[in-house]
C-alpha cells in the first residue's frame, strides 16, 4: 500500500488499509490489480481524476491532425464554381487542414496545359497570405495538381489586424454617438419664452 505522499507503507489487509483512508478523510484506490500482492494508494480519488482529465485534455490539444483535404477543378470551370471551390478551400485551410488542389483534363484539354496552369495561379492568388504552396504544380496521368498549406504566421497577422480594425471602428462609432448625442442635447434645449402678454381695462 502507498500513502498520500508516496511512501510505501506496506502490506495491509483491505478492512485495515480502509479505515486508513477513511481516518484521513481520503479514498482507497486500487492502482495496480494485476500486482500480487495488489498495490493501492490512499489518495483524493476525485482530485486524481480530474488532473488525469486535464493531461489527457492537454495532449489532445498538442496533437494536431492535419488531414489532406481536396478540392478537383476543371480547365474550363466557371466564374461561380470557382468562387464556390475557393469559399471551401480556404475553409479548409483556415482549419488548419493541407489541401490537395486538383485539375483534372478530359479530351482534347490534355493539349493544352496552359489552361490548367493558369487555373492554379488563380487558385494561388485567391487563397491570398493565408496559404503557402507546399507542392509546386505538376502533371500525373490526365491530371495536374499542387498542395497549399496553412501559413500560421500570416492567418495570425491578419487576426491581428482584423482585432485592430475591429477596436479602431468600434471607438469611431462610440465618438460619433457621442457627438450626436451632444448635438441632439443642444437643439432640444428650450427657447426662451416669450413675454407674458398682460391684457385688462386701464
Do not use: W
Not at 5 to 33: S, T
Not at 133 to 146: K, P, T
Amino acid at each position: 500500500m502507498i500513502g498520500p505522499d508516496g511512501n510505501q507503507l506496506g502490506i495491509k489487509p483491505v478492512p485495515e488499509a480502509l479505515r486508513m483512508a477513511r481516518g484521513l478523510d481520503l479514498d482507497l484506490v486500487e492502482v495496480a490489480p494485476m500486482a500480487n500482492p495488489p498495490v493501492c494508494r490512499i489518495m483524493d480519488y476525485g482530485k486524481f481524476r480530474y488532473e488525469e482529465a486535464q493531461k489527457a485534455k492537454e495532449a489532445r490539444r498538442k496533437t494536431t491532425h492535419v488531414t489532406i483535404k481536396e478540392v478537383k477543378f476543371r480547365p474550363k470551370i466557371g466564374k461561380g464554381d470557382f468562387d464556390t471551390k475557393m469559399r471551401h478551400l480556404i475553409e479548409f485551410i483556415e482549419e488548419g487542414h493541407k489541401v490537395k488542389v486538383t485539375l483534372q483534363f478530359r479530351g482534347r484539354e490534355m493539349a493544352h496545359p496552359e489552361l490548367g496552369r493558369k487555373i492554379l495561379d488563380d487558385v494561388i492568388l485567391a487563397a491570398g497570405p493565408i496559404a503557402k504552396v507546399e507542392n509546386q504544380a505538376r502533371m500525373e496521368g490526365r491530371s495536374m495538381s499542387l498542395v497549399l498549406s496553412p501559413d500560421k504566421q500570416a492567418q495570425e497577422a491578419l487576426k491581428k489586424a482584423a482585432e485592430e480594425a475591429e477596436k479602431k471602428a468600434a471607438a469611431a462609432a462610440a465618438a460619433a454617438e457621442a457627438a450626436a448625442a451632444e448635438a441632439a442635447a443642444s437643439t432640444d434645449a428650450p427657447d426662451e419664452a416669450p413675454p407674458e402678454e398682460v391684457s385688462g381695462d386701464e
